[in-house]
């Protein structure tokens, strides 16, 4: 089994890393050649930040950097191709975590992983760890079933804080699941390709799962995200530090109590204990910039369309009120840098 991480950012990174010390040796594909450089010659920095301490264990994981380059293969227009979508005559099977944002699933990008897929048969399957929904179908649409799509959730946080270091900020579960359903139903060719995942992954310190309710599991994990990321960026302060304003706390219970209303409605299952959940991210992941808040203060745009933009399309589907959804969306598309 061979891993590919596409993407060398926060989450990238974290899995990059951890997954090398583990003993499963990892590619990171970077839209850059100084970043692969970088790691190819430095390795990749990981700071664990311990509960309750200031101290940060450093560990230094051996990866191999590639520059994704030429995604530019569309219309056969002679780019070289990333080595990725060259001849693989290895036999092996090819994960691919892909953990760029949601909002750089672009075209090049996603028919690069069809033609792979096309051109591996059956010998690789991709992994997507965004946040929010909308990109599992996006991803399942332009690939056509050249390759399965298989869905994560993970409550783990990672930031990055250099081309080459990032800082585990959160410890959290990643669960798998079948999205949408690849093959037959009640069939699941991958299912040995998904255990040999979910052991390296096991190796690499992350307690993960696989989930018969993944659909369920993307849900919550959409709900705390619709509190979370919106009201960390737009008041600019970590995970941690949300809850222990009195105000934002109460903004957090309201925004919280609209999503899942909402969510309730289009199939989340009830029965769980959001609220109590949510406090409890917060807290495991207190030192965390939330994503979100990380492209604010980056100048990037945000995936607050997929999020809380994607709760709203939701609200509309079900004839739900979701006017705290639509504030938050407005003010941080407004807080968003024009091109
Ligand atoms: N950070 C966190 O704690 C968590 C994040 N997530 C989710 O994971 C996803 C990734 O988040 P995060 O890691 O924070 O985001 P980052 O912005 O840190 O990382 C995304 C990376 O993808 C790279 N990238 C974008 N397009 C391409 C491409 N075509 N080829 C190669 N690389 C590319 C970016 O490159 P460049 O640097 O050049 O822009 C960047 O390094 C998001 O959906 C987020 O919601 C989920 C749980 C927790
Ligand atoms: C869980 C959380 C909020 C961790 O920061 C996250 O998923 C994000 O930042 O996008």
Redesign the pocket.
């Given at each position: 089994m061979k891993i590919h991480i596409?993407?060398?950012?926060?989450?990238?990174l974290l899995l990059a890393s951890r997954m090398s010390l583990g003993g499963s040796p990892a590619t990171v594909?970077?839209?850059?050649p100084e970043q692969a450089d970088l790691i190819n010659r430095e390795g990749i920095r990981l700071r664990e930040v311990n509960e309750g301490s200031e101290q940060k264990d450093e560990l230094v994981a051996r990866v191999e950097g590639e520059w994704?380059g030429g995604?530019a293969v569309q219309n056969g227009r002679g780019c070289e191709s990333p080595r990725f979508l060259q001849n693989d005559d290895s036999g092996c099977f090819h994960w691919l975590l892909l953990?760029?944002?949601?909002t750089?699933l672009?075209d090049?990008?996603l028919h690069a992983l069809r033609l792979l897929g096309e051109r591996v048969g059956g010998r690789a399957a991709i992994l997507c760890?965004?946040?929010?929904i909308g990109h599992l179908h996006k991803i399942a649409d332009a690939t056509n079933g050249a390759i399965p799509v298989f869905a994560a959730v993970?409550a783990?946080?990672?930031?990055?804080i250099g081309l080459n270091e990032v800082l585990h900020?959160?410890k959290g579960e990643i669960w798998i699941g079948d999205f949408p359903e690849n093959g037959e139903k009640g069939t699941n060719p991958w299912k040995y390709q998904q255990k040999m995942l979910l052991d390296a992954l096991g190796k690499a310190g992350f307690s993960s799962f696989l989930s018969n309710e993944i659909h369920n599991r993307i849900y919550y994990k959409l709900l705390i995200n619709s509190v979370i990321n919106p009201l960390t960026a737009l008041f600019d302060v970590s995970n941690g530090e949300l809850p222990r304003h009195p105000r934002r706390l109460e903004l957090m219970r309201r925004l919280h109590e609209e999503s899942r209303l909402i969510l309730m409605e289009a199939g989340l299952k009830p029965g769980q204990n959001t609220w109590e959940e949510l406090l409890l991210v917060c807290s495991r992941t207190s030192e965390?910039v939330s994503?979100m808040l990380?492209d604010v203060r980056n100048g990037?745009e945000t995936?607050i369309q997929s999020i809380n933009g994607a709760i709203i399309s939701l609200a509309n589907q079900y004839e739900k009120p979701a006017p705290l959804n639509r504030a938050v969306t407005d003010l941080i598309a407004a807080m968003t840098i024009m091109p």
């Open positions: 596409i993407g060398g950012g926060s989450i990238g594909w970077t839209r850059t994704i995604l953990t760029v944002k949601q750089q672009e090049e990008l760890m965004q946040n929010g993970t783990a946080g990672a930031r990055r900020t959160g965390n994503s990380s990037k995936e």
